[in-house]
């Protein structure tokens, strides 16, 4: 098998399917987010991590503390050879001996450890099966020696059982209990006291689960005790219990609770054993020694493993292309999808974020990724959020599951991505009906359509306007950061204008489905009326200004010192086409001389360098980082999108090569962020960090980029009458195939290029026959289309 990308740290199977870390000492903690949507796991390069059931917050079964540099909290196994006494970990922490080799390969859906060390070596995999609240880890042990080896595995974590940071530990220890199940092998551990609040007040309930930790056979030892393990004084690399050799068998509650489970196994040379372990939880008690029992047969563990694989392959293989671009193919055919779904859907959490909550805007856009693949689950997520929009329109700016409380955000855009992507799920499916289900508010239990919802939402922003015209920003606009620019309920936003704009236009094919020439009316003439307003008020000359704050001074203005010019209201006004060709032009010059860095477009440049309390939290980040005139990467993405749009072919690619994670991590050292996934941001110019990458993963740019490559660089769009062809790819690019699946039917797309600069559709066949125009219709009702387009 061929390596591909390899730098000092490790390299992409041929496939691209897993990334295989060959040195552990990588420049940040490299980790894979494992997930079915109830339960998941986060897991490090050095094995560190922690796991959780439904909610990464407030139900997570074992304590990690954020701590990037460090990552010394994990679940971790121990080896211990009982001749010598000698122990070391197989996935090196918490012992950090060196081993004689290493390796970890991070795949969709499982983690795999390979080490090597004198004469024992340890495979370690770790999945969770589809269907069941439980990770297993498989420890395959081989002597390669010519000696009869005894050794014995310890197991260690921390139970956190609710919600995280525990940094209360002293108080919340005292409600932990451990409890060993004799006859089922199996150490339960339950906590009497949950920080969520019950009927009958705060902290009065117990945790909704039971968690436990078993092996596959009996064990020769249990701790429920930290004290007990770890020693007083002691730690995590040389603790007590390995050095003694022996588990107490502590339980109960009185102790600072852990997990340990100790197995011996004897190895004659160039035997292997396998011995398996299963951390999970369960509502029902009953459940887990059923559950137990099931997964000691290592062949149910085995189809558990395939048919996660299967799954997953469903998901990734339903759109996947063909392109010179091997990087891109990587990123398009596995890794954005599967971070968008493992990590930012059903996981929702990653090392630098651990949410648990649904965003209104966030999880909404990350659900277009399902689109290309299973437009039922963005349905899903559509209705989801709509039940979270209170009855006036505005609507949550994010929410626990479990407890379905949150927080009235006041942010001026949330509410508008649920028409945006209802609109796209409507392109998508032909799938009308959705308008009509019927959802009730957060705060009203009456139901209304999904269309009346969206409606709401687009009129409260309509009536959210200045005086002169212009949306308000209030407490923020996407732009999370701008957190105080409008909080009097006077500052202005023009990235909400032209995104608003977008909205009144893309609405108006469904007013005119539910022929409602009013509204259509009022509609065109509010997007009019905006239109003049974000030509006339927003523009500063050369570009778009970002902002008006309360006080009426500009943000993203040539006037200002920092912040002079923005991203995003120079991609939407090209996105949103609410200003002239002209200044879309005009302002994309801008955009490459002003904001494009070698990693990207900035978020804005210069970088404020001191806090400003009229604007927020963003002037208070380091210069160049994140929101603070970083490379914000899901608006970088926006900005491959105008540049399609405009028809700038090498510009669009150029940006995307900037970007993609593949590319940066050719020099690891600088980016340090894993190469597999997208990171939230690389740090801009006026950081001493320029070019690190950082908070991947749980970054909204992953279905972000995935979108824009199919439907714009590529140049395949789904659309209400059918499949839009309209690439906009690289000159060079002689030919790209594409694999859609569209309303049922699988289109093989073949693009031949002629490799001439306009990149103009000049033919297309579907099965043969030509196509008139650049849109294949809907309605062949075949289950697969061949389809040729020749682009001169
Ligand atoms: C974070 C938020 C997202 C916001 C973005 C820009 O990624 O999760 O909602 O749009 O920051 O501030």
Redesign the pocket.
Known sequence: MKKKFETKYGYFTEDGKEFVITDYRTPRPWVNVISNSSYGLVVSQLNGGFSWIVHSNLNRLTRWEQDLIRDNWGKYIYLRDEESREFWSPTIKPVMKEVESYQCRHGIGYTFFQSYYKGIVVNFRLFVPFHHNLEIWTLRIKNKGNKQRQLSIFTYLEWCLGAAPDSHREFHKLFLETEFNDENQVLLARKRLWEVPSERGHWNTEWNQTAYLACSQSVDGFEGDKEAFIGRYQDLSCPLALERGELTGSQGKWNDSIGSLKKNIELAPGEEKIIYFYLGAEKNPEKIFSQIKKYRNPDNIESAFQEMKETWEFYLTATTVETPDEALNFMTNTWLKYQSISGRLWGRSAYYQQSGAF?F??QLQDSQVYLYMQPDLTKKQILYHAKHQLKEGKVLHWWHPITDQGHDGNMSDDLLWLPFITIQYLKETGDWSILDEKLPFYDDPVSQTLFEHCVRAIDRVLNRFSDRGLPLILAGD????LSAVGLEGKGESIWLAHFLYYILNEILPVLEQKNLSEKIVYYRQRADELKEAINEIGWDGNWFWRASKDSGELIGSHLNKAGKIFLNPQTWAVIANSTTKERQQKIMHEVESLLESEVGPTLFHPAYSSPDPEIGYLSRYAPGVR?NGGV?I?AAVWLIWAECLLKRREAAYRIYRKICPIYNSQNPDCYCAEPYVTP?NIDGPDSPHYGRGGWTWY??SAAWLFRITIDNLLGIRADYEGLIIDPCFPQDWKEVKIKRLFRGTNYFIKFISSGKSEAQVTEIFADGEKVDGNLIPVGSGKSKVEVIVRIR
């Open positions: 965003g805007r966030d996407w732009n999370d950061g929101e914000y899901h939230g970054t909204g």
